[in-house]
């Protein structure tokens, strides 16, 4: 089977960026405000990479109404708390992203975050020419871990699954990239750990973003 890769697809949370602790903290301050049951830190963080509303009905039992008024008051709260430079970019990331991107690979990326912050990132961290198209979880009937977000990008690209790879930090990318027929790679320095992604039967496990061109270009 030919297993040279054309296409990467990736998340953006914990792989790209280093979104944790404005993630966190946004989340724990919703908690408080809607008086909501304490979670630590870490019960908010593995949360991290489903869908906004999933991200809390899924950490404290509520009902669908409280889900969307949790969703509504943490995007309020979040372009609150989002000022500029508050979200550093992972190490050798955007050196090996433009690699990838001037070897001919197809890049795009499959985030459970909203359209316009993620854009606003991309723009920011000086990425977004790289990116030949972004998918969101409002875009899909299905977020992750379903496998919906990699079934569009390998339609839109016409890249066959055995041509791909998905690039993240959870258990939900991976189980994304799975579904789809996709082999995946899974960061051990974000919001995953090595434990998790390795018990996935993952593909590829690195500890750092500069590792991805190895596998790709291989």
Known sequence: ?????????????????????LIVNTMQQTIRELNLPPRTDNQCAAMIGLPLKKTF?????????????????????????????????????VETIRALHDAGTIITIASSRGRDTLIDFLREMNMEQYISFVICATDIENA??????????????????????????????VLMAHRAGVRAVGVTYGNGTREELEKLSTEYVIDSFDKLRDIVLA
């Open 144 to 173: 992750k871990p379903a496998p919906d977000m990699v079934l569009v990008t390998l339609d839109k690209t016409g890249i066959l699954p055995q041509n791909a790879i998905v690039v993240g930090d959870t258990q939900f990318d």
């Open 57 to 93: 009905t899924q950490l404290i039992d509520m009902d669908d109404a409280m889900g969307d008024k949790c969703a509504e008051t943490y995007t309020r709260l979040f372009f609150e708390n989002n000022k500029p430079g508050a979200v550093p970019v992972f190490p050798h990331v």
């Open 1 to 21: 089977m030919n297993c040279k890769t054309k296409l990467v697809i990736l998340d953006f949370d914990g792989t790209l960026a280093d979104t944790r602790s």
